[in-house]
């Protein structure tokens, strides 16, 4: 099942899985927060959370709850707290998708 | 979910299994730690906690060589230490070399057939040959090995044959095995059948059936050799893989032309075909057409058959099933319980699944990684997530991994209960337990998400 998946993944969508992986050049806001010059958006949302959980930055009443930051705050478009479910889409608009 | 669980798989896919060779089979360069049991004339390697030659130089293997040619009166101890030195060397050459030298050596040792054996095996494993020019050195390297075989006045046989061709094909190296099964018939011997098996279903995995048809009339035509009862179900079961069931029939068709008499390997691809199509009605006819015939069937037969009728949606047959089976005095596995399972999940049966887990346990029979995947999904299916919990505890517990479908439903049911942080907690061990790649392991979350939100606008979800 999972070749199988993930071969359709990828015939299926080359383009959705490009920009996935593939390495963009940061803006400097990200930039500093990743400490890369370069990421690819599934890089960008795992340092994301892993700094999420590291840092603890989970609301302890409710845990879909991010209590952001500073530093968080200053990637996040300077929201106090982020819902996990809307987490993607906002590193999301970080990766504009390229001109044709 | 609609797999076929791998225990199952490789038991049908597998014809040759139930025809041990005696001949000498070198191990495929992926597993270079077992050495290969030479049977008749030479012994296993005795067993070393080091290997006597750690690096690939020649000079170096032949100064260890020369510290301990005389430690061992045993006439078979040249050939262990040749096969040592020919798993590191860098090239055919050098075994080739090393050999000469042991001769020089040791006056009193002369190679035999299965120490060119030795140098057969490991002229395609070699570290140095896999660029583009890989094939073409592949098979100078055999027919190098060959023709010092010649002249140390050693005919080559069939084993040779069969070593050199799984040496060729274990490497990829289709085209030269082909080659080198014409050059063996027209000059030494014709190919056994386990070669000519062997052969066929590598050809079968890489090649177009047509080309497969080719190769088996031309060793017909030219050589006389000719299909047996496991290179049909070879060809059936590949025909059945790629979902042609008429020409598996046709095959069926000409094996009783041939005067074959199908066993209940046969029947159990034919009928793996029907099952895998969801056509259970004709698996049935198999069955039944199998009992008419006298074959009987074992414990492949019953796995396949209720895998087929779980998946066309007769579990009550499927259940029946179970208890003729063990009326025959064949014993449920984790498979046949789990294709069970499977099949009560897609009917929403996940509480008579549970119980049928609780009896499977009850019988000393232990649930697999497939076992709970099949129930994670199916609870997650009939919305009874609490437990699905659970059994994602046990799945954790056990270092197990998710297969794709129960990972998205689990992710997807977490989410639409609002329980978002628990859905990326089960992210986490997705990726950290590498049941995905990290690629679909996102994906899937994203898409959950994108969807979730939308479900929230239209108030369908919490």
């Given at each position: 099942m999972l070749p199988q998946g993930i071969k359709k993944a990828i015939t299926d969508n080359p383009k959705k899985l490009a920009n996935l992986i593939d390495l963009v050049n940061l803006p400097s806001t990200l930039r500093e927060f990743v400490g890369q010059s370069q990421i690819s958006r599934l890089g960008c949302f795992m340092c994301v959370w892993s700094y999420i959980k590291t840092k603890n930055?989970?609301?302890?009443?409710?845990?879909?709850?991010v209590n952001c930051d500073d530093k968080l705050k200053s990637i996040l478009l300077g929201k106090p707290q982020v819902d996990l479910a809307e987490l993607p889409a906002l590193i999301k608009m970080h990766f504009p998708k390229e001109p044709k | 979910m609609g797999k076929i669980p791998p225990s199952f798989r490789s038991a049908i896919g597998n014809p040759n299994i139930r025809n041990p060779s005696s001949l000498f089979r070198p191990q495929p360069?992926?597993?270079?730690?077992k050495p290969p049991s030479l049977k008749k004339?030479?012994?296993?390697?005795?067993?070393?906690?080091?290997?006597?030659?750690?690096?690939?130089?020649l000079e170096d293997a032949k100064k260890i060589f020369d510290s301990?040619?005389?430690?061992?009166?045993?006439?078979?101890f040249p050939n262990s230490l040749l096969h040592s030195y020919a798993k590191i060397a860098a090239s055919t050459t050098d075994s080739v070399k090393f050999l000469h030298h042991i001769t020089k050596t040791l006056p009193s040792f002369s190679p035999d057939r299965s120490t060119f054996h030795i140098l057969l095996s490991h002229s395609c494993a070699?570290?140095?040959?896999?660029?583009?020019?890989s094939s073409n050195s592949a098979i100078s390297a055999i027919h190098q090995t060959l023709n010092s075989m010649h002249a140390a006045g050693v005919t080559p046989d069939a084993a040779t044959a069969d070593v050199a061709i799984r040496a060729l094909c274990s490497a990829g190296h289709l085209d030269h095995a082909i080659e080198l099964v014409n050059e063996f018939a027209s000059k030494h011997c014709l190919p056994d059948t386990y070669t000519f098996n062997f052969l066929v279903k590598h050809l079968c995995k890489a090649r177009a059936l047509s080309s497969v048809y080719d190769f088996i009339d031309e060793m017909r035509e030219k050589f006389g050799v000719k299909p047996d009862l496991v290179t049909y179900t070879i060809l059936i079961d590949n025909v059945c893989n790629g979902k042609n069931l008429r020409e598996a029939m046709r095959l069926v068709s000409v094996l009783h032309e041939e005067g074959f008499k199908p066993d209940c390997f046969v029947y159990n691809t034919i009928m793996k075909g029907y099952c895998v199509l969801s056509r259970g009605s004709e698996a049935i006819e198999v069955y039944n057409k199998m009992k008419e015939e006298g074959v009987e069937p074992d414990l492949v037969t019953y796995n396949t058959l209720i895998f087929g009728l779980s998946k066309s949606g007769r579990v009550v047959e499927a259940k029946k099933l179970l208890r003729v089976m063990a009326e025959k005095g064949y014993f449920p596995d984790e498979v046949t319980y789990t294709t069970l399972m499977n099949g009560m999940c897609r009917k929403g049966e996940v509480l008579a699944a549970l119980a049928l887990l609780g009896e499977m346990e009850g019988k000393g029979c232990s649930p697999n990684e497939c076992t709970y995947n099949t129930l994670l999904h199916g609870l997650c299916k009939a919305r009874l997530l609490e437990k699905a919990i659970e059994f994602y505890g046990v799945i954790k517990e056990g270092g197990l991994k998710f297969d794709t479908a129960s990972y998205g439903t689990f992710v997807r049911a977490l989410c639409r209960d609002g329980r978002v942080a628990e859905a990326y907690e089960v992210f986490d061990y997705a990726v950290e337990s590498k049941s995905l790649t990290d690629v679909a392991a996102y994906s899937t979350l994203e898409s959950t998400l994108k969807w979730l939100k939308k479900a929230k606008e239209q108030g369908l979800a919490v």
């Open positions: 930055l989970q609301d302890p009443y409710n845990k879909n709850v | 360069p992926s597993s270079p730690s004339q030479s012994p296993k390697p005795i067993p070393k906690p080091n290997p006597i030659f750690k690096s690939p130089n301990i040619a005389n430690s061992s009166k045993d006439p078979r070699n570290p140095n040959s896999n660029s583009n020019s």
